[in-house]
């Protein structure tokens, strides 16, 4: 009606969509043009700013210009020795790599629902990635004044991480914008109590950062001119200081625009105006920042608090959480009930307590111990509030229903109404119900590398098994080799059950001992309840599933070592092998049979070519519609003798791209040739799911569902 009324606001809405348009178009072709399809020799120059530097174990990940290329790049370089290591822990000064190296492009998700890793790239302008086979850094000699700021943040880095900590941790991620690893379980703690916005630098830290330039400059006596010219020079070394985040470019934009225009004797000019200039200019110069949650919420909940200014602590933080939720389960598929009351209760306790102790604790050497102390406090409190039973996984609600209630929650905050209220809390509720009592079952073949993983769900989510977690074979490192990341367990198992609304496993199966089976299962623990776990009998007395058994948070979890004839507690699958104790080796591996609907899964774990004889022997009956291939498609596996008696309509590999075991071997795709039978790898299609509901059974594969020929180069 706004825009009938005026044809000129809806003229310059179409303007403004046809320029996004077309800058959306322009980026997209400008970065795919950028890509290196496959891996590709490269020799030239990084230039490296020294706080875009990590070191992670033996690794240093650098972003990095590449002059030769004339692009922003992520590169990394295995450090060779710790003398290496120290070195660049304790640079300060802004390099030049001189580097030899390969160039690929920057992985795609192959799993549903699992971290897109590229589209996070994109949104810093990076397409590709450079694997440093040799380099020969050297220190820039005259830096200008924008590498000069990035040294002073990176000698900053440095200084609080020499302070007591949690303090030093604190003052990286308020005062600097650094998030140091260390510190990286806080702040997930943090995250999931739906907080983790007090701790990311944006308007509220540049909003103090204001009123102490206006305090000083009243002390001093400047004038209101002088003062505002200040912030203008001000605002945009701390937005470079801060790490020039989108929450903080967003915030530092907004300011020196309403700044500018003041100076400028513009007095028309209002927040709502900075915010909507500093969203035009974001966009067109980098539409990929629509991905980014940090900047969804940033840009959001300004425009609510811009919106409605006059709301009480309490409405604000209601409506608060209303527009965030959609975002965060849309991204992270769960919520802490908590989260509202602490969203009102500890912005008091940030401003009074927690910002304080970390500025006055990094200045005052004498209230050090004491700020220390506080902030110590505090991290025991999300700690403790965190181990509350109180985080529901609601899943991943479909795209058009997370609009929906953006646009209702808005609409709301605009004209309160108890309909829209209902509307809301209804809409809530059928989602929450549809996800979690889905129609269809299905067996999931997830790709986690050179690893297995499968899973089984039942329609309305009545049993979920998971036959192995995946993993890396572990090889022998020196302490300071060892690198803290995530798994495949956390970055793909867990959150496809999370986004599925599954917050439990019911049964783990681990079909025997090594690492590519079974190395996941302790990070796995820690995201997903584990009811029952599953083994070969024999394998429990291993000191390596000790080992990892400790790792583990299973609570009241039961473990069970199982052979043929003594798994009464294993429901959903029928266990084939094995038939007596063992130590869990390939030889011992768990053999599960699975049927739905005149469709029958076998799963063989990485049992060799003599006992699936012995198998045959035991079951000469046996068939399977669907078989997953031993042992990864390996030539000790898939004897043609089993394959011709199984007959077997698909066969099932799952293989790690350019794996060092030749996997799945030539031997074994002739077998499966030879017998006219069909196979799928994990490699070259990402993750595989059968899907069975009330009209039939399909197949689909992830590089099918997102329109990918293949995921092996």
């Known amino acids: 009606m706004v825009c009938l009324k005026q044809p000129q606001i ?35 120059q990084l230039q490296v700013y020294a706080d875009q530097t990590k070191v992670n174990g033996n690794l240093v990940t650098l972003e990095a210009y590449c002059p030769q290329i004339k692009q922003k790049v992520q590169a990394f370089y295995q450090l060779k020795n710790q003398d290496q290591q120290q ?8 390099l030049q790599v001189d580097f030899t190296g390969k160039i690929n492009g920057i992985n795609v998700p192959t799993n549903e629902n699992e971290f897109d890793y590229r589209r996070f790239c994109e949104t810093k302008k990076i397409a590709n990635s450079i694997y440093i086979q040799a380099a020969s850094p050297q220190l820039e000699k005259k830096p200008g004044l924008v590498g000069k700021l990035h040294e002073v943040r990176r000698r900053l880095m440095l200084y609080f991480a020499r302070l007591p900590q949690p303090l030093g941790n604190y003052a990286a991620v308020l005062l600097i914008g650094y998030q140091p690893q260390v510190f990286a379980d806080t702040l ?59 929450s903080l470019l967003r915030a530092s934009g907004m300011i020196f625009i309403a700044n500018l225009m003041k100076l400028l004797g513009v007095r028309t000019w209002n927040s709502l105006n900075s915010w909507s200039l500093v969203v035009l200019v974001n966009l067109l110069v980098n539409p990929a920042v629509v991905f980014s949650l940090g900047a969804q919420l940033s840009y959001l909940l300004t425009l609510m608090i811009l919106i409605a200014p006059k709301l009480s602590d309490i409405k604000l933080g209601v409506y608060l959480n209303l527009l965030s939720l959609p975002l965060i389960l849309w991204q992270t598929y769960k919520w802490n009930l908590l ?54 996984v609601f899943g991943k609600p479909p795209l058009i229903i997370v609009c929906f209630w953006l646009g209702l929650t808005l609409l709301l905050l605009v004209k309160p109404k108890k309909r829209l209220v209902i ?23 997830f790709d986690v590398g050179q690893g297995d993983a499968t899973l089984i769900r039942d329609k309305f989510n009545r049993t979920v098994t998971l036959i192995d977690t995946g993993g890396k074979v572990a090889f022998t490192k020196e302490k300071w080799q060892v690198r803290q990341s995530k798994t495949a367990g956390q970055t793909v198992i867990a959150n496809y059950l999370l986004s599925k609304g599954v917050g439990r496993i019911d049964q783990l199966v681990l079909t025997h001992q090594d690492s590519d089976h079974v190395g996941n299962f302790p990070s796995l623990s820690q995201v997903i309840t584990i009811k029952q776990i599953f083994i070969p009998a024999g394998m429990e007395k291993l000191p390596s599933f000790q080992g990892r058994v400790r790792q583990a948070r299973l609570g009241q979890t039961k473990i069970w070592p199982v052979t043929v004839g003594n798994s009464a507690t294993l429901r959903q699958v029928k266990l084939l092998h094995p038939f007596t104790a063992g130590k869990g080796t390939n030889e011992c591996s768990l053999v599960l049979w699975y049927n739905l609907k005149r469709t029958s899964y076998l799963f063989m774990g990485d049992l060799d070519r003599a006992n699936e004889l012995v198998l045959l022997a035991k079951y000469p009956n046996l068939t399977a519609t669907v078989l997953k291939a031993g042992h990864h498609g390996s030539k000790t596996s898939s004897d043609p003798r089993f394959i011709g008696k199984i007959k077997p309509q698909l066969v099932i590999i799952s293989a790690g791209r350019h794996n060092r075991y030749g996997h799945p071997h030539p031997e074994t795709l002739a077998t499966l040739a030879a017998a006219n039978i069909p196979y799928r790898l994990t490699a070259q299609r990402g993750m595989i799911k059968i899907e069975t509901d009330f009209f039939g059974t399909k197949l689909v594969d992830f590089a099918q569902q997102t329109g990918t020929s293949s995921f092996l180069d």
């Open 10 to 44: 809806l003229i310059g809405n179409l303007v403004f969509a046809l320029c996004f348009s077309l800058s959306v178009i322009n980026f997209q072709r400008s970065f795919q043009s950028k890509i290196y399809l496959k891996q590709t020799p490269i020799t030239g």
């Open 87 to 94: 070195w660049w822990l304790e640079n300060q000064a802004n």
């Open 188 to 246: 997930d703690q943090i995250r999931n109590l739906g907080l983790l916005y007090l701790f990311c630098l944006s308007g509220m830290h540049v909003f103090y950062l204001l009123l102490v330039i206006k305090r000083i400059c009243r002390l001093v006596k400047l004038s209101q001119e002088a003062t505002n010219l200040l912030t203008l020079c001000i605002i945009p070394v701390y937005a470079l200081l801060g790490g020039a985040s989108l």
């Open 339 to 392: 989260t509202m009351a602490l969203t009102i209760l500890i912005i008091p306790i940030f401003e009074w307590l927690i910002l304080p102790s970390v500025v006055l604790g990094t200045m005052c050497h004498w209230l050090r111990p004491l700020c220390n102390q506080v902030l110590t406090a505090c991290s025991l409190g999300f700690t403790l509030l965190k181990r509350l039973p109180m985080e529901v």
């Open 423 to 445: 509307c809301l809390l209804l809409t809530y509720g059928l989602t929450f119900m549809m996800i979690h009592l889905p129609l269809t079952s299905e067996v999931v073949y």
